[in-house]
């Protein structure tokens, strides 16, 4: 084999989002609520019905967003600005102490996401088909 035959260095893909504790069942609300305190999403990791609206609201002083994970979401970077936000784009613009974002999620799929500012903020939105 010829060197450099092998790639599996280029599938050595380490996730950074190995243990996001318990996911919390919530497939019985049709809106939900989570606060971002502390530096922290309150319930991180929850699981929805498809159709549900989450809205994360920032009780911090420190501006933060919420957006899906995608390449290079593990170092810090520009959030979407108001302007760019869309309905069918899971990216929040910063948000400052009391503001909110909301995203409704229409596809059955399993959504990490983060902080831009501090991508150690994560969690995930597991999304089922409704029962």
Known sequence: ??????????????????????????????????DIKDYAYARPNIRITKGTRVTWTNQDTVQHNVMQEHDNGDVAHAAPSVADVRPDV??????????????????????????????????????????
């Open 1 to 34: 084999m010829p060197p450099g035959g092998e790639h599996a260095e280029d599938h050595a893909h380490h996730s950074a989002k190995a243990d996001l504790g318990p996911v919390v069942d919530l497939t019985g609300q049709s809106a939900v609520q989570i």
């Open 90 to 131: 899971f990216a929040g613009p910063l948000l400052a102490k009391g503001e909110r974002y909301s995203f409704t999620f229409t596809e059955v799929d399993s959504y990490p996401y983060h902080c831009a500012s501090h991508p150690y903020m994560n969690g995930v939105v597991v999304v089922t088909e409704k029962l």
